[in-house]
């Protein structure tokens, strides 16, 4: 194979290995170290939280991988491995696909995030016809399918309506269902609870939790809730101006923090 893979068997269980990855945003009168030499991994079947405060860098990191970070955005050093593969060696007309084929996101804002001008059905069909060489109807099949395995009722009706028509916690649901329709290695949430009610955060908590569950997927979290961490997270990576100044599983961080930063942000969410 052209591209560079991983070696040794102690990352295979990583959906995602970055190594080293360092990201400016050029502005007309500075660069921006939005990410500084930046380590993280991401297991199969785990929940791996990323945690830290505002301007941190956390959806710079999420964008870097999905490679949808914004134009003025060098990456200058680091390798970004998605299931094996070290993304940023790829050329850029496969790197879509790769990518695409291989991780999902879904952000804070599902309503955002959907085509208002598209029903849920024909989105969830595009996705899938992009993907696969199958007929209409097999992917209409797919996409029913994809509807129900995300909790969502009547799929057959959905299909038919427009994002507008749904409820918040429905539309990131239904983006769930496109983020996982090939069953990524790899699912990215950015902060994807955070514009929900409290009833619905812990559906859709509950939703990624199942994934992680049934198709062995890796999910990177991104949230400011240590709440949510707590309870629903295997291993946290704590975040600051670019960095992980932590990691370490849920007990480690909560119970036993040894990095400064750490226990501040324990300190200020009691
Ligand atoms: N396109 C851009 N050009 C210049 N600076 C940017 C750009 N996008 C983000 N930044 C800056 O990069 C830093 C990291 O931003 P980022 O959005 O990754 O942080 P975050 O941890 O996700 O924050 P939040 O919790 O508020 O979502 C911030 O200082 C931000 O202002
Ligand atoms: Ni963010």
Redesign the pocket.
């Known amino acids: 194979m052209q591209y560079k893979t991983e070696q040794g068997a102690q990352s295979e269980k990583a959906a995602l290995d970055i190594r080293g990855l360092s990201l400016d945003?050029v502005?007309p009168d500075q660069n921006?170290h939005?990410v500084v030499d930046l380590n993280l991994v991401a297991k199969m079947g785990k929940i791996t939280a990323l945690v830290?405060e505002?301007?941190?860098?956390?959806?710079?990191v999420a964008l870097a991988v999905m490679g949808i970070q914004?134009k003025?955005?060098i990456i200058s050093s680091g390798e970004i491995y998605l299931a094996g593969m070290d993304v940023l060696s790829i050329p850029k007309k496969d790197m879509r696909s790769y990518i695409s084929n291989h991780a999902g996101i879904i952000f804070q804002d599902p309503i955002d995030s959907l085509n208002p001008l598209l029903t849920i059905g024909e989105q969830l069909m595009e996705t899938i016809l992009i993907h696969e060489k199958i007929t209409k109807k097999q992917a209409r099949a797919i996409a029913l399918n994809q509807l129900l395995a995300v909790s969502l009722p009547q799929p057959e009706e959905l299909m038919k309506k427009y994002p507008f028509m749904l409820s918040g916690g429905m539309c990131q649901r239904v983006m769930i269902a496109i983020a996982s329709v090939f069953h990524p290695p790899l699912l990215i949430a950015d902060?994807p609870t955070t514009a929900l009610d409290v009833t619905v955060q812990a559906q859709i908590l509950y939703q990624l939790d199942s994934m992680r569950k049934r198709d062995g997927t890796a999910i990177l979290l991104i949230t400011?809730d240590l709440g949510v961490v707590a309870e629903i997270a295997d291993e946290v990576c704590i975040m600051k101006d670019g960095q992980i100044v932590e990691r370490g599983t849920v007990d480690d961080i909560f119970y036993n923090p040894q990095n400064m930063y750490t226990r501040k942000l324990l300190a200020a969410a009691l």
Do not use: C, F, R, V
């Open positions: 945003y502005m921006i939005a830290g505002s301007g941190s860098g956390k959806s710079t914004d003025n955005a902060e400011h």
